[in-house]
């Protein structure tokens, strides 16, 4: 994204008076266009592909057709959008079915506007956006008693999962470390292994946690 660009949105949820809300919202701060609204997950499907939007903001408990089922059949057909879920809940149950089903970040309808906005610009350049109660809660669930955790990461898993941090793919990472991406993927699955998780935003979750980022 640049100055000039826009960042595009596409508003999910089954209350008008939020979508209007958030639509107010961001039609009043500078660069970011809201492109249209669904009133659940079917309906976000559809108006993902009809309007390719960069960013989708997407509510979970819907009826008519649920977040987590909208992320899903989203990453199953390659939508170019990000999806950062905004949502009451922070719950276990909901967490992280979304974010195993493809969601870049998680934000509580709680936070504040220029934390909103903060993290709507992340999800644009594809990086992991987490509130610090779902981050907490993430992190908690992900911790699997057997795994021994205490494994130090290589030097070159922790320039992967710092790349990873950044929202950066495995192809670009690979270009950027000049290694193939098969090496990309051994690493990822080295550094999943050492920090007890299967997946890149639990990955990044856990390693703030750790403070092996910073």
Same mark, same amino acid.
């Given at each position: 994204?640049?100055?000039?660009? #826009?960042?595009?949105?596409?508003?999910?949820?089954?209350? #008008?008076?939020?979508?209007?809300?958030?639509?107010?919202? $961001?039609?009043?701060?500078?660069? $970011?266009?809201?492109?249209?609204?669904?009133?659940?997950?079917?309906?976000?499907?559809?108006?993902?592909?009809?309007?390719?939007?960069?960013?989708?903001?997407?509510?979970?408990?819907?009826?008519?057709?649920?977040?987590?089922?909208?992320?899903?059949?989203?990453?199953?057909?390659?939508?170019?959008?990000?999806?950062?879920?905004?949502?009451?809940?922070?719950?276990?149950?909901?967490?992280?079915?979304?974010?195993?089903?493809?969601?870049t970040g998680?934000?509580?309808?709680?936070?504040?506007?220029?934390?909103? $906005?903060?993290?709507?610009?992340?999800?644009?350049?594809?990086?992991?956006?987490?509130?610090?109660?779902?981050?907490?809660?993430?992190?908690?669930?992900?911790?699997?008693?057997?795994?021994?955790?205490?494994?130090?990461?290589?030097?070159?898993?922790?320039?992967?999962?710092?790349?990873?941090?950044?929202?950066?793919?495995?192809k670009e990472?690979?270009?950027?470390? $000049?290694?193939?991406?098969?090496?990309?993927?051994?690493?990822?699955?080295?550094?999943?292994?050492?920090?007890?998780?299967?997946?890149?935003?639990a990955a990044?979750?856990?390693?703030?946690?750790?403070?092996?980022?910073?």
């Amino acid at each position: 994204m640049t100055a000039e660009t #826009p960042i595009t949105l596409l508003i999910v949820d089954d209350h #008008p008076v939020v979508r209007d809300g958030l639509r107010g919202m $961001f039609a009043a701060a500078d660069g $970011f266009t809201v492109l249209g609204e669904a009133a659940d997950g079917v309906q976000a499907v559809e108006r993902a592909a009809a309007l390719d939007p960069d960013v989708i903001l997407m509510d979970l408990r819907m009826p008519g057709g649920g977040g987590v089922d909208a992320i899903r059949e989203l990453t199953r057909r390659g939508a170019r959008a990000r999806v950062l879920v905004l949502t009451t809940y922070d719950t276990d149950s909901d967490t992280l079915p979304a974010i195993e089903a493809g969601a870049t970040g998680y934000l509580l309808k709680d936070a504040p506007r220029e934390e909103l $906005f903060t993290a709507v610009r992340a999800a644009a350049e594809g990086r992991t956006v987490l509130s610090p109660a779902v981050a907490s809660r993430l992190v908690s669930a992900v911790r699997a008693p057997r795994s021994p955790g205490n494994e130090p990461l290589s030097a070159r898993e922790r320039e992967v999962l710092a790349l990873v941090a950044k929202g950066t793919s495995n192809k670009e990472i690979a270009r950027e470390l $000049f290694i193939s991406e098969a090496t990309v993927k051994t690493h990822l699955t080295h550094l999943y292994a050492k920090l007890g998780v299967n997946d890149r935003a639990a990955a990044v979750a856990v390693a703030y946690d750790r403070g092996i980022l910073g």
